[in-house]
């Protein structure tokens, strides 16, 4: 089982759609979760970081966390074509000294 | 956010030759730097955690000797990739671990032909 999974897509929406990311973790002890974007040829790029459970809304973006299910998301409302990007999620656990561990990432695209 | 470099941004290198990256922290001290690999369509494999003043901590399967790590001061790491091979062409990224957050820097695109 891999440590961090994310579905690989590609996520296709149209312009003004919400567009939802998801992403589980294996390990229960992890204690910071992040949401990178990352466009092609670029380095990753913070959006979001959630460290406890619920929601957390930051503009177009909302981060949901669910440390029984061992679940994160992200959420993009009115999704825009300069969103097209591949979505990496991220976890920061106790094992290994506090290694974040990089989901294989989601590639959305908008649609315009 | 904390602003993170890295140089060269793209170099293109001999087989058997050795190539020196550099990452730096601008507006920080970090006293970790990550170093991670990303190969075409693949996720971030990080190679190896930097400790500024100890030696570098790799990760299972990554050559320590191939894969050179300074660490000298709180602003600076440098990844040294030696004798490298055409398999060792990837995309380089260095992060810093400061404010609760890492930050990545904009990465090396290493060609090795």
């Known amino acids: 089982q891999k440590e961090v999974e994310q579905n690989s897509g590609p996520l296709s929406v149209p312009e003004g759609a919400i567009a939802s990311l998801n992403c589980t973790y294996s390990?229960?002890?992890?204690?910071?979760f992040f949401w990178y974007r990352q466009y092609s040829g670029k380095s990753p790029e913070l959006i979001m970081s959630i460290y406890s459970n619920g929601d957390k809304e930051d503009g177009r973006f909302t981060a949901q966390l669910n440390k029984a299910s061992q679940y994160v998301s992200l959420l993009i409302r009115d999704s825009q074509p300069s969103d097209s990007a591949t979505y990496l999620c991220a976890v920061t656990g106790n094992t290994g000294g506090f290694k974040t561990i990089f989901g294989a990432g989601t590639r959305l695209f908008v649609k315009a | 956010g904390a602003v993170v470099s890295q140089h060269p941004s793209r170099v293109i290198c001999k087989s058997g030759t050795s190539v020196k990256i550099e990452c730096r922290s601008l507006d920080f001290q970090a006293t970790t730097m990550f170093w991670y690999r990303q190969f075409p369509k693949q996720s971030l494999m990080l190679m190896a955690t930097s400790n500024e003043g100890s030696k570098a901590t790799y990760e299972q399967g990554v050559e320590k000797d191939k894969f050179l790590i300074n660490h000298a001061s709180l602003t600076l790491s440098t990844l040294t990739v030696t004798s490298a091979h055409p398999e060792d062409s990837s995309f380089y990224i260095c992060?810093?671990?400061?404010?609760?957050?890492?930050?990545f820097g904009p990465g090396t695109r290493l060609t090795v032909l």
């Open positions: 992060s810093a671990s400061g404010r609760a957050s890492e930050f």
């Open positions: 390990d229960r002890g992890s204690q910071s």
